[in-house]
């Protein structure tokens, strides 16, 4: 996954000599990105709500109250994937309410309006009805939002896909076209795991096991510690 600091891609704000210049903030700010990224892989509730408490400590700007709404997310993300949906629309509602007030802030951000769509859209699953009545709109517009303000930004390609891929082919969704997204995530970033992860989830949907696990492969060579890109792998047979 990209690392972002204020909502914005690391390689975008720093390269070679200004890194240097502000080595102690750039150490920081990966360094935080990572021990994130590190629980969410290792599927570690207790390690990300550590994190959110500290995080909760520093949520007075736009930039913490970002950070603190990715650790919500990455929160949900876990409970979905180990099967508890109440405690992740829980997480996804308290990550909401962070990023509301950092896209309030900063209307321009493109990475804010790509959370905000995908809490909006890991809220769903617990109750998809009312779910989707109450918050689908906000998902589909923010990531929309985002691809307008940043048409680079892979990330709001995965999570547009993601939601294309729950949404019914009869409600304008469908795993054949969430792949379209995922494929152009990838096309701008060939490094993004999260793309591969959920192009093998799409396709197995499709009952293209060989094509799936040629990219649920590529996922996990780029992100090897990924306990739920191994379980996807498990579930997809090798024909």
Known sequence: MKV???GKELSRLLTGASCILIAIWCFAAVTGVTELTNARDRQDLNALNQIIKNYQQNANTADGQYRLALAYSYAAE????????RKSEAFAESGLDQIKKAVATNNDNAEYHRLLGELCGQVIPA???MGTLKYGQCARDEIEKAIQLDPKLALAYVSRGVGNYYLPAQMGGGPDLAIKDFDKAIALDPKL???YLWKGVALRKMNKDPEAREALQRAQQLDPNRLWVKEQLEKTPAH
């Open 4 to 6: 972002y600091v204020g």
């Open 78 to 85: 876990v409970a979905m994937e180990t099967h508890d949906k």
């Open 127 to 129: 109750n998809p009805l």
């Open 193 to 195: 795991a999260e793309a």
